[in-house]
């Protein structure tokens, strides 16, 4: 990893942050095509982003613990466990570029489908819950996106800034530590490059963080569920986009 990338992975980093401090899971979703532009290996930047996920929301999750809903959040990490037995199929089988793309437009119909509907105002199923966790399994081992599932989940109930961030925080911190493991032993053969970015980037992004989640838990409900439909949309048209 040479200076330049040094340089416009910090400002990746606190910009990803930032976002992710406010919606609960949009890290990945800025870091990962910002990533790829600046030459990063997919499996450096996957590996990457469950570090700075799981490090970034553990204060959350420390922080809301009284708000968690520990026997959801326990169904929705079990349900990652076999989506990401999927995910590690998928990636050592389907072509990289065209996986991609299928990522991509799946992220942009759950967008539309959250903008074009109401909240319902009713609990998802444990069934449903576990469903949920299974996707985003696969989707975090195939494109960091495993914040996605759980926060369209939490949208379409209509769930408050505070509760979706506490439970969002404990799933992704659980479900990245889990995929980032996997990832590592089976598609990286050199650590270095992911070692330092995480030396030099994590001190930024816990920081950023600490910020912009004390703005997150004072947005109205309306407003939380907007910025979530928007960045959800924003990702799925830059892994769209990205190279590769």
């Given at each position: 990893?040479d200076?330049?990338?040094?340089?416009?992975g910090?400002?990746?980093?606190t910009?990803a942050?930032?976002i992710g401090?406010i919606t609960g899971?949009g890290f990945?979703l800025?870091?990962t095509?910002?990533?790829l532009l600046?030459?990063?290996p997919?499996?450096t930047?996957?590996?990457?982003?469950?570090a700075f996920?799981?490090?970034?929301?553990?204060?959350v999750?420390?922080?809301?613990?009284?708000?968690?809903?520990?026997l959801?959040?326990?169904?929705v990490?079990l349900g990652t466990l076999p989506g990401?037995?999927?995910?590690?199929l998928?990636?050592?089988?389907?072509?990289a570029?065209?996986l991609?793309k299928a990522?991509g437009v799946?992220?942009l119909?759950?967008a539309?489908?959250?903008?074009t509907?109401?909240p319902?105002?009713?609990?998802f199923?444990t069934t449903?819950?576990?469903?949920?966790?299974?996707i985003a399994?696969a989707l975090?081992?195939v494109?960091?996106?495993n914040?996605v599932?759980?926060a369209?989940?939490?949208?379409?109930?209509?769930?408050s800034?505070?509760s979706?961030?506490?439970?969002m925080?404990a799933?992704v911190?659980?479900?990245s530590?889990?995929?980032g493991?996997?990832?590592?032993?089976?598609?990286?053969?050199?650590m270095k490059?992911?070692?330092?970015g995480?030396?030099?980037?994590?001190?930024?992004?816990?920081?950023?963080t600490?910020?912009s989640t004390?703005?997150a838990?004072?947005?109205?409900?309306?407003a939380?569920?907007s910025?979530?439909?928007?960045?959800i949309?924003?990702?799925?048209?830059?892994?769209l986009l990205?190279?590769g």
């Open positions: 990893m200076i330049e990338q040094l340089v416009f910090t400002v990746i980093v910009v942050a930032g401090g899971f990945a800025v870091s095509p910002l990533f600046i030459g990063l997919l499996p930047v996957v590996a990457l982003n469950m996920g799981m490090s970034t929301r553990l204060p999750a420390i922080q809301l613990r009284r708000q968690v809903d520990y959801r959040v326990s169904v990490i990401m037995a999927v995910g590690l998928l990636l050592n089988t389907v072509d570029s065209l991609k990522v799946a992220v119909v759950a539309v489908a959250l903008a509907s109401r319902t105002g009713r609990k199923s449903a819950s576990f469903g949920v966790g299974s399994g975090g081992v494109g960091s996106l914040g599932p759980p369209v989940m939490y949208a379409r109930e209509g769930r800034a505070i979706t961030l506490a439970d925080a799933i911190v659980a479900s530590a889990i995929t493991i996997l990832v590592v032993l089976n598609q990286i053969g050199d490059m992911v070692l330092i995480v030396v030099f980037w994590l001190p930024v992004a816990l920081l950023t600490v910020v004390h703005l838990v004072r947005l109205p409900v309306q939380f569920r910025a979530v439909i928007v960045l949309a924003a990702g799925g048209m830059s892994v990205s190279p």
